[in-house]
């Protein structure tokens, strides 16, 4: 008999791709060994305080479990094969007393079911890969289980490294409020001088940070944006900037950078309530790509905030 699901790994699981599809690459795991098996249902749970989240669900038709759904640990087969209490394969429930005791094995129902521990590389449990048919199967064997525990491995590593991704992107979301809530965000003004006289016109605004480690201000924006805080560290450098405007004389103006999302957003115009928009220069980040110059365009015209926009020092018609 083909092992579909060791081809499958053969052919697509070396390419390994980047952390955000390790979902999709799980998925495919599951599916591949449900088939090979021939079980109705298949999917990896986390455990924790004394419960399991399905994390991952495959199967055909209707489901009886969905992912983000949690249960008691022991309202399942997973706590019971953790604690070593049941077998890791079981070809029919019905020959197992405990199995039959347990509330899943009528509700779902569950007639035949195999399930290994997913060990990460420091030795700690993160759940259970499982899978299990509505009928009982005798034609389970040790073969299968082996098949289990090997992609139980490739899929611990495909965990671990989405943990760690997760991980990474919680420290970047702390670094980032905490240095906006400690105020280590300021402004360097860099004067902007009319050519036909080289008088003063203004200061474009140039965010910088004083948060340690020292970095680049566009790294501190391509981690914010990454993390779903570039709005709030975009508007945060624009406050901060646009308080020099009291102290300025009135004939000069300040520039600042926006991004294509947030330039004619409700919450600019928010931003800009309470300051004096005719003396203000939007400018859009050259660092976010913009695919449609005509739409962009609208939004800006219909931003209540917009009075006359300035290129070059001239009116833009």
């Known amino acids: 008999m083909r092992n579909f699901a060791l081809e499958l790994a053969a052919t697509t699981l070396p390419d390994a791709p980047p952390s955000e599809n390790i979902p999709a690459q799980i998925e495919m795991i599951l599916k591949a060994v449900r088939l090979h098996l021939g079980m109705d249902v298949a999917f990896i749970s986390e455990v924790s305080g004394g419960k399991r989240l399905f994390r991952h669900v495959d199967g055909d038709g209707l489901v009886p479990i969905r992912v983000g759904e949690s249960d ?161 560290l975009e508007f945060a450098a624009i406050q901060t900037a646009l308080t020099a405007l009291s102290y300025l004389p009135t004939d000069m103006y300040l520039g600042v950078n926006a991004s294509p999302a947030n330039i004619a957003s409700p919450g600019m115009a928010q931003l800009l309530v309470d300051f004096p928009v005719e003396r203000i220069i939007v400018e859009i980040t050259e660092h976010d790509l913009i695919s449609d110059y005509s739409s962009l365009a609208r939004l800006i015209h219909d931003a209540s905030w917009v009075c006359l926009p300035l290129i070059g020092g001239q009116v833009a018609s």
Not at 76 to 82: E, F, P
Not at 158 to 180: C, H, N
Not at 197 to 219: H, M, V
């Open 72 to 232: 008691p640990l022991y309202n399942g087969y997973c706590g019971y094969v953790l604690d070593g209490s049941l077998p890791k394969l079981i070809p029919d429930t019905a020959k197992v007393a405990l199995a039959m005791q347990i509330p899943a094995t009528s509700q779902l129902p569950v007639g035949a079911h195999l399930s290994v521990p997913i060990r990460l590389s420091n030795g700690l449990v993160y759940g259970t890969f499982c899978c299990f048919s509505y009928m009982r199967d005798p034609s389970l064997n040790e073969r299968d289980l082996s098949v289990m525990e090997a992609f139980a491995a490739i899929a611990a590593q495909l965990l671990e490294s989405d943990l760690v991704a997760e991980q990474q992107r919680q420290k970047k979301i702390v670094s980032i409020e905490t240095m906006i809530d400690q105020d280590q965000l300021s402004i360097v003004y860099q004067p902007i001088y009319r050519l036909k006289d080289i008088s003063l016109a203004g200061f474009e605004c140039l965010a910088r940070f004083s948060a340690l480690p020292s970095r680049p201000p566009n790294e501190w924006f391509s981690d914010a944006a990454e993390v779903g805080l570039g709005t709030r």
